[in-house]
């Protein structure tokens, strides 16, 4: 087994409490003096036409909160918390938005179908939509969520997706949750098998490993917060309602949240066309393990890889160079689940 010793990897260890980030100097606090100080210490007030004052030239206020000293307003290191930092406020498609509301992971706000006009009357293909249609704006009443049918013209200017099939939801974001917690057996008792993307930006692409990954079995995915694609309304209809039941962490860089996961007990895989161990040889697939998945071309960067315990390539016979990163991502997730069913004794056979 190639890789880093498994020293340390016996009880996985929690991290100590993040620290908080010092205050940098020099940020404009609204209500303070602006730029230009008179004598004695007192700010200058800026002159228009006639010498009259004129205020200051900028916003105060950039966070666009209305000033007073109320209490409560949200620190940088809040904000990068925050739900909306993963996306999935829109969701698009028939399949997304039936996973939406039956997962009842969090709060859907409307859905919204697009009208039959009387020219799609004996069109097989708009019935058939329609139908499905109906089914989810029913399933949204059972739940009491409010549906509103809208024009075609209006559905299609909202989407944000190409092909949203009449139906759309607005629904609260989705909340990352902590790496901690993504390492440890969740509450079906399954072991750790997590999926990290090192520089994925194209939507479809993401949508498709996810979908891949949930059907795999994966019990998480870690996202970097900064150069890569999150759950737009694109992401969320690729992934087909996969969003809804993956639980997800952001991280502000993957190198350190792979050393911080080894710290925790979980093996990380790079996936690398270069590496000399197939991906069906993996001897740690049964273990807590992190597949880690590069962007096409560049695929991992180096300090990602470098932070990789093995590196693990899917052999090729064709006359193609590579994979695309969504299919390398099924392959690669299926191994794992064939070798976790094998040691389970569920894998079937004759």
């Known amino acids: 087994m ?23 100097s020099g940020r404009a606090t609204p209500g303070r003096a602006t730029p230009g100080r008179g004598s004695g210490g007192k ?3 800026a002159k228009g036409r006639g010498g009259r004052p004129t205020a200051a030239r900028g916003n105060p206020n950039p966070t666009g909160r209305r000033s007073g000293g109320r209490a409560g307003t949200p620190t940088p290191e809040r ?23 039956l997962a009842g992971r969090r709060r859907v706000r409307e859905v919204l179908v697009a009208e039959r006009r009387a020219t799609d009357e004996g069109r097989d293909d708009v019935a058939e939509a329609a139908l499905a249609n109906d089914d989810i704006a029913e399933l949204a009443r059972d739940l009491r969520v409010p549906v509103r049918a809208v024009s075609r013209g209006r559905l299609a200017s909202m989407a944000r997706s190409e092909a949203p099939q009449g139906v759309l939801a607005l629904a609260d974001a989705l909340e990352p949750v902590d790496l901690d917690q993504l390492a440890s057996v969740d509450a079906n008792g399954r ?7 090192d520089g994925v930006t194209d939507p479809g692409n993401l949508g498709a490993l996810l979908r891949a990954a949930e059907c795999a079995g ?5 996202l970097p917060r900064h150069r890569a694609v999150h759950i737009t309304p694109t992401v969320a209809k690729a992934a087909a309602g996969a969003v809804e039941h993956l639980p997800m962490a952001l991280v502000g860089g993957l190198p350190a949240a792979l050393g911080e996961l080894s710290k925790l007990g979980v093996w990380s895989v790079g996936l690398d066309a270069t590496a000399d161990q197939r991906v069906w040889d993996l001897s740690i697939a049964a273990d807590p393990v992190v597949l880690v998945l590069g962007a096409e071309g560049a695929g991992l960067s180096r300090l990602v890889r470098q932070r990789c315990d ?10 193609l160079a590579s994979l695309n990163v969504a299919t390398a991502a099924a392959v690669a997730c299926f ?16």
């Open 2 to 24: 190639t890789g880093r010793p498994a020293k340390g990897r016996g009880t996985p260890r929690r991290p100590g409490p993040a620290k908080s980030a010092p205050a940098k």
């Open 43 to 45: 700010p200058a007030a």
């Open 79 to 101: 904000r990068r918390s925050a739900p909306r930092d993963l996306g999935g406020e829109q969701v698009e498609g028939r399949q997304a938005v039936r996973e939406l509301l």
């Open 191 to 197: 072991v750790p098998f997590l999926v990290a993307v």
């Open 218 to 222: 994966a019990t998480g995915v870690v």
């Open 310 to 319: 093995q590196l693990a390539s899917i052999p090729q016979v064709g006359n």
């Open 335 to 350: 191994e794992v689940a064939r070798h976790r069913l094998a040691g389970s004794g569920d894998a079937g056979g004759d």
